[in-house]
């Protein structure tokens, strides 16, 4: 078993989600790479200040814009947004493991 202080466990999680020390990920494969790290982020169309996968992202990765994750979606198809807890943007190579749930929407719906 491995025993942590709470200060280890906090200063682990702010690592492990890039928002400490320089910047791990970087440009538009930085994105990717931090999303599937992470293996989703929340997908929320309001913009106040910021959509929150833009805001996600922003706050992860050196030289993040709008484009990088309308790109991604959009244009280079390496990510999909899915019904996942809300809406959440998964890597399009995830997109196989939620079949089940697809397979289980469509049998309720009938």
Same mark, same amino acid.
């Given at each position: 078993?491995?025993?942590?202080?709470?200060? +280890?466990? %906090?200063?682990?999680?702010?690592l492990r989600h890039g928002?400490?020390?320089?910047?791990?990920? #970087?440009?538009?494969?930085?994105? /990717?790479?931090?999303?599937?790290? *992470?293996?989703?982020? +929340?997908?929320?169309?309001?913009?106040? =200040?910021?959509?929150?996968? #833009? /805001?996600? /992202? +922003?706050? $992860?990765?050196?030289?993040?814009?709008?484009?990088?994750?309308?790109?991604?979606?959009?244009?280079? $198809? *390496?990510?999909?947004?899915?019904p996942d807890k809300?809406?959440?943007?998964?890597?399009?190579?995830?997109?196989?493991?939620? #079949? %089940?749930? %697809? $397979? *289980? *929407? %469509?049998? =309720?719906?009938?």
């Amino acid at each position: 078993m491995i025993k942590l202080t709470n200060e +280890q466990a %906090r200063r682990f999680m702010l690592l492990r989600h890039g928002l400490i020390g320089k910047y791990r990920y #970087e440009g538009k494969s930085g994105a /990717l790479e931090f999303i599937r790290s *992470a293996g989703a982020i +929340q997908f929320d169309p309001v913009d106040v =200040c910021g959509k929150n996968a #833009e /805001l996600t /992202l +922003q706050s $992860r990765v050196k030289g993040f814009t709008k484009k990088t994750l309308s790109d991604l979606l959009y244009k280079d $198809r *390496a990510l999909v947004d899915y019904p996942d807890k809300n809406i959440s943007i998964i890597p399009t190579e995830d997109w196989p493991y939620f #079949e %089940r749930f %697809r $397979r *289980a *929407a %469509r049998e =309720c719906a009938k």
